[in-house]
């Protein structure tokens, strides 16, 4: 049972590794941003991820803070709605 549990949580990382280098590589930082925003609200629930610090996702996908802000709090931003 234990060996179970260690090789399904292994499998669950790699699978958050690989979805980061994915957003990761997209060139858009917008995107990025919105991106592992949406993954986490989709994995943890909006509310865990309303708590989390901007600093914390822009660390995880190498946007500034600034630009998880804006996509978290003005989403009407022209940068946000693709062309940034």
């Not at 280098?21 to 986490?40: G, H, V």
Request: charged share 20%; net charge positive.
């Amino acid at each position: 049972k234990a060996h179970e549990e260690r090789q399904k949580a292994y499998l669950i990382r790699r699978q958050w590794v690989r979805l980061t280098q994915q957003i990761t590589d997209n060139a858009m930082p917008f995107q990025r941003a919105q991106m592992i925003l949406n993954q986490f609200e989709n994995y943890f629930g909006a509310g865990l991820v309303a708590r989390l610090p901007s600093e914390a996702f822009a660390l995880m996908v190498g946007v500034l803070p600034q630009t998880v802000e804006i996509v978290r709090y003005c989403p009407d931003h022209p940068a946000v709605k693709g062309r940034g």
